[in-house]
């Protein structure tokens, strides 16, 4: 069966760096895009970045010029690479595998699944 797990999150001061992992199983995954998402708070699960089957990548402007994503196909893994946080970066950050067909890349919904979360704090 399909699993996700990502790893990598924590406490960081503004302006540090974390890099997330995500390993994925269970489906084939140089044929699949991949997402991440992230959720504070209070607030809905919102798009953080997406790389496609063949490399192409997609960010929300708010994360855009200090994320990077990026994928290993031979360790079935999807990195996130976070610089430059900032106290509003805070949430649990899933990864998500897209449904098969999907081409909208930024939308939850349009992904069936996902891991289970890791929190990052970013502090003053």
């Known amino acids: 069966q399909v699993q996700l797990a990502e790893s990598g999150g924590g406490l960081v001061q503004a302006g540090g760096s974390l890099r997330l992992t995500c390993a994925a199983s269970?489906?084939?995954?140089?044929?699949?895009?991949m997402g991440w998402f992230r959720q504070a708070p209070g607030k809905d699960r919102e798009f953080v970045a997406h790389i496609t089957w063949s490399g192409n990548t997609y960010y929300a402007d708010s994360v855009k010029g200090r994320f990077t994503i990026s994928r290993v196909y031979a360790k079935n893994t999807v990195y996130l690479q976070m610089n430059r946080l900032k106290t509003e970066d805070t949430a649990v950050y899933y990864c998500?595998?897209?449904?098969?067909?999907?081409?909208?890349?930024?939308?939850?919904?349009?992904?069936?699944?996902w891991g289970q979360g890791t929190q990052v704090t970013v502090s003053s």
């Open positions: 998500a595998k897209p449904k098969a067909g999907s081409h909208t890349y930024s939308a939850a919904d349009e992904y069936d699944y």
């Open positions: 269970g489906f084939t995954f140089s044929g699949n895009g």
